[in-house]
Nanobody, 130 residues
Framework: QVQVVESGGGLVQAGGSRRLSCAAS????????LGWFRQAPGKEREFVAA????????YYADSVKGRFTISRDNAKNTVYLQMNSLKPEDTAGYYC???????????????????????WGQGTQVTVSS
């Protein structure tokens, strides 16, 4: 049984940093794309970042490029999201998701789409105060 569990959320002041963690079990971690999405109240779930494989291609939403960094530790079955220079508009529930690594020719949009992912965590709340 696959389990995906996020942690690290909380309240942070604007300009501050936070690191989220996501531990996945019940799957061959190194064979999976790990992605982060977020959802604010009344809004659709949106893509934040994804890691295709350890040391491989990463993808970022324009809104977080240069501020957020996704990384993964395959030995610990864990993916991280380092968030710096946080803004109030980053306030949302943050969700980790997993899908098997697709063929290399798949377009980038594959990674940006929530429906692509097979496994999801319950989310962790990040609130950025101004």
């Amino acid at each position: 049984q696959v389990q995906v569990v996020e942690s690290g959320g909380g309240l942070v002041q604007a300009g501050g940093s936070r690191r989220l963690s996501c531990a996945a079990s019940g799957l061959t971690f190194s064979s999976y794309v790990l992605g982060w999405f977020r959802q604010a109240p009344g809004k659709e779930r949106e893509f934040v970042a994804a890691s295709r494989r350890s040391g491989g291609t990463t993808y970022y939403a324009d809104s977080v490029k240069g501020r957020f960094t996704i990384s993964r530790d395959n030995a610990k079955n864990t993916v991280y999201l380092q968030m710096n220079s946080l803004k109030p508009e980053d306030t949302a529930g943050y969700y980790c998701a997993a899908v098997r690594i697709p063929p290399a020719y798949y377009s980038d949009s594959y990674y940006y789409t929530p429906a692509t992912y097979d496994y999801w965590g319950q989310g962790t709340q990040v609130t950025v105060s101004s």
